[in-house]
Nanobody
Framework: VQLQASGGGLVQAGDSLRLSCAIS????????MGWFRQAPGKAREFVAS????????SYGDSAKGRFTISKDNAKNMVYLQMNNLKPEDTAVYYC??????????WGQGTQVTVSS
């Protein structure tokens, strides 16, 4: 499975941004797709995940109430809509996929920088 994240950029606090993840490769109909982020000097952090087949969603604490994960099965895309961005959301955002358990496949990351 190959993943290509895009959509990052430099925004101001309070702005919105939508990240996209293009998915290709083997059959991933029973996979879980996720978004993670890693800020400088910090550990990688879980943001959100969605099950490709039934659409069940989970959010990390930092994402609840401001971020929304979604998917487009026809386009093989996963999205992360981020609203009311804060400087502490600054990080490299990665999309990832797994058939089960720990996330096994990772995209290259897209930088999100939020200025105050």
């Amino acid at each position: 499975v190959q993943l290509q994240a895009s959509g990052g950029g430099l925004v101001q606090a309070g702005d919105s941004l939508r990240l996209s993840c293009a998915i290709s490769g083997r059959d991933f109909s029973d996979y879980v797709m996720g978004w993670f982020r890693q800020a400088p000097g910090k550990a990688r952090e879980f943001v959100a995940s969605i099950m490709w087949d039934i659409g069940s969603i989970s959010y990390g604490d930092s994402a609840k109430g401001r971020f929304t994960i979604s998917k487009d099965n026809a386009k093989n895309m996963v999205y992360l809509q981020m609203n009311n961005l804060k400087p502490e959301d600054t990080a490299v955002y990665y999309c990832a996929a797994t058939p089960s358990g720990m996330f096994r496949y990772w995209g290259q990351g897209t930088q999100v920088t939020v200025s105050s």
